[in-house]
């Protein structure tokens, strides 16, 4: 089970949103490694939900519920979605600013890569994430 860190805008699309629909198709990606990442993906892979703009803060959870199928929108057969179940939101949101003063984050793709939509959480990276979520 692969972990995966989803960067949404709030007043787009925000985590409350997910929460109320239960589900969701994630659409919209059209960036190429994103969608790389995407295809990737299994149902059952775990989802951190990170809104930006002004929050710029991991908020809560969810897991993919389907394999990667073609975005029936689209016409191009590249772009693909996963459906999305939503989770439990975060104890405390987890700031951009908290992610980079932490060492455990190193060469973390949301920070290497900031206008990347879909990265891997690395095992460590997504147990850091909760601890400092508790605190």
């Excluded at 059952?44 to 073609?70: F, K, L, M």
């Amino acid at each position: 089970m692969a972990k995966w860190l989803f960067k949404t805008e709030p007043s787009t699309y925000s985590f409350d949103d997910l929460s109320r629909e239960k589900t969701t198709v994630w659409e919209g990606v059209k960036n190429p490694t994103a969608l790389i990442h995407l295809r990737s993906m299994r149902k059952g892979d775990q989802v951190i939900i990170y809104h930006t703009g002004n929050e710029r803060s991991a908020v809560g959870y969810a897991s993919v519920v389907s394999n990667p199928y073609a975005d029936p929108k689209a016409k191009n057969e590249k772009i693909v979605v996963v459906d999305l179940k939503a989770g439990k939101r975060l104890a405390n949101p987890v700031t951009l600013d908290q992610i980079k003063s932490d060492k455990t984050f190193a060469g973390f793709d949301l920070i290497r890569i900031g206008r990347l939509s879909i990265v891997p959480v690395p095992d460590a990276m997504w147990k850091r994430i909760e601890e400092l979520s508790s605190n």
